[in-house]
């Protein structure tokens, strides 16, 4: 009996050839070949595509969103895994906070647009708290889980050589949590990456949300198309590159 695996890359690109013939098939069957639907075409994305890639334009947009997703990572950092040490060390706080928690957590951070925009007005300030916000909870809740799951025996050896509650902290707990931290950090850019371009909807004058509004203001339906694409693989590289930290943080290089 033959064994032999087919290797997952190829696995990888065959599923992506898929997804091409589907959306081919999409707009072959379902449009007209000289209708508004043929600028959505794959062709039609492509020859758009590769224009875009010569404009200098496209690299602003792109640096000034992922400007906007390090901060608003780094952001829900500085909150998340403060809070998850707290909750995931103390029975009674977290007891205390998981309603609370979930609660804010279940409401969607879009909801917060018309409030934050009244509040803050227009600009990176509203964007970088909606960023913030949606990010913060899957980096406090894995963080917390990391301190629940540390093995008791390493904080009673650290007890026993009457280490300090900073030194705790320090030596045992946060090298500890790091796994779980970067799990989170990398379901935040998922979501982060989701809630971005809705939110540089708010009257900004750069990034990849407002582009697709400026293509779709100017009936630059193949460009919009090409838009996508570029957002869909911008993506993909930044989760390839968190799921990469993860790996070489767990398997230790």
């Not at 007209?32 to 010569?54: K, M, N, Q």
């Not at 809070?83 to 060390?89: D, I, K, R, Y």
Request: proline share 4%.
């Amino acid at each position: 009996m033959n064994n032999s695996r087919i290797p997952g890359w190829w696995l990888g690109l065959s599923g992506l050839a898929g997804l091409l013939v589907l959306w081919w098939l999409g707009v072959k069957v379902f449009g007209e070949a000289d209708g508004l639907s043929a600028r959505f075409s794959l062709a039609a994305t492509a020859s758009s595509l590769w224009e875009l890639l010569g404009r200098s334009e496209l690299y602003l947009h792109i640096a000034v969103s992922l400007k906007r997703i390090f901060v608003g990572l780094f952001l829900a950092l500085l909150v998340g895994v403060p809070l998850g040490l707290l909750v995931g060390s103390s029975r009674n706080l977290e007891a205390a906070t998981t309603p609370a928690f979930q609660f804010l957590r279940m409401i969607s951070p879009l909801s917060w647009m018309p409030i934050v925009v009244m509040l803050m007005g227009v600009g990176d300030q509203p964007i970088y708290f909606l960023l913030a916000f949606a990010a913060v909870w899957p980096i406090m809740l894995n963080t917390a889980a990391g301190v629940r799951q540390l093995d008791p025996r390493w904080l009673q050896l650290s007890k026993s050589l009457s280490a300090t509650r900073w030194e705790t902290l320090r030596r045992v707990v946060i090298p500890g949590v790091v796994g779980h931290v970067l799990t989170g950090v990398r379901l935040a850019i998922g979501i982060l990456w989701i809630v971005l371009v809705p939110c540089e909807m708010l009257g900004v004058s750069a990034g990849l949300g407002y582009y697709i509004l400026d293509t779709r203001d100017r009936l630059a339906y193949s460009e919009l198309m090409a838009m996508v694409v570029v957002i869909g693989l911008l993506g993909f590289a930044l989760d390839a590159f968190a799921r990469w930290v993860h790996q070489r943080w767990v398997h230790g290089g």
